[in-house]
């Protein structure tokens, strides 16, 4: 088993929809979690961070965690075609230690 | 925010030369860095750990003579891809961790062996 299992897509959706991109993982002692947004032929970079359980709302974007199911998601409002990219979830036991990473999912925002 | 420079974006090579990436922290000093490998629609695969001063740490099935990792500096470190073959054709991401939360990932370089 993966430690983090995630949906590849892709996933293609009219602006202004609420995407829903989510994340499963196996191993219940990370405790960070993280959002990357990777456009074509570029490295991630970083959209959402959250520690523990919780939700975390940064603009269009919220990132919630639920450890007692294992599951993350990240919701995007009013998605406009900018949002098209792969997402990445990732996760670590501490900031310092190896982050896994999911399979990313790739959405497409059709204008 | 930290900033990692990776070079070149893009290298094209004839297979059985060797290519060099590049890795630098433009505004902070990281004493660990990470090597990615990324295949199309797939997720990074972590490559190795650099540490400063020390010799990098593989993860199991990478071949640690043929990816050579040095780390000299605490700004720069470099991953050469010896003897490269076209199946070492990839997209290898490097990143560094700062005392921000998450990992402060490079540009990534596009290696195309022919």
């Known amino acids: 088993q993966k430690e983090v299992e995630q949906d590849p897509g892709p996933l293609s959706v009219p602006e202004g929809a609420i995407v829903s991109l989510n994340c499963t993982y196996s191993?219940?002692?990370?405790?960070?979690f993280m959002w990357y947004r990777q456009y074509s032929r570029k490295g991630p970079e970083l959209l959402m961070y959250t520690y523990s359980s919780g939700n975390k709302e940064d603009g269009r974007f919220t990132a919630q965690v639920d450890k007692s199911s294992k599951y993350i998601s990240l919701f995007i409002r009013d998605s406009q075609p900018s949002d098209s990219a792969t997402y990445l979830c990732a996760m670590s036991v501490n900031t310092g230690n190896q982050f896994y990473f999911g399979t990313g999912t790739s959405l497409t925002v059709i204008p | 925010g930290a900033v990692v420079s990776q070079h070149p974006s893009r290298v094209i090579c004839k297979s059985g030369t060797s290519v060099k990436i590049e890795c630098r922290s433009l505004?902070?000093?990281?004493?660990?860095m990470f090597w990615y490998r990324q295949f199309p629609k797939q997720s990074l695969m972590l490559m190795a750990t650099?540490?400063?001063?020390?010799?990098?740490?593989?993860e199991q099935g990478v071949e640690k003579d043929k990816f050579l990792i040095n780390h000299a500096s605490l700004t720069l470190s470099t991953l050469t891809v010896t003897s490269a073959h076209p199946e070492d054709s990839s997209f290898y991401i490097c990143s560094a961790s700062t005392d921000a939360p998450g990992y402060t990932f490079g540009s990534g370089t596009r290696l195309t062996v022919v």
């Open positions: 191993n219940s002692a990370f405790q960070y």
């Open positions: 505004d902070f000093q990281a004493t660990t």
């Open positions: 650099s540490n400063e001063g020390s010799k990098a740490t593989y």
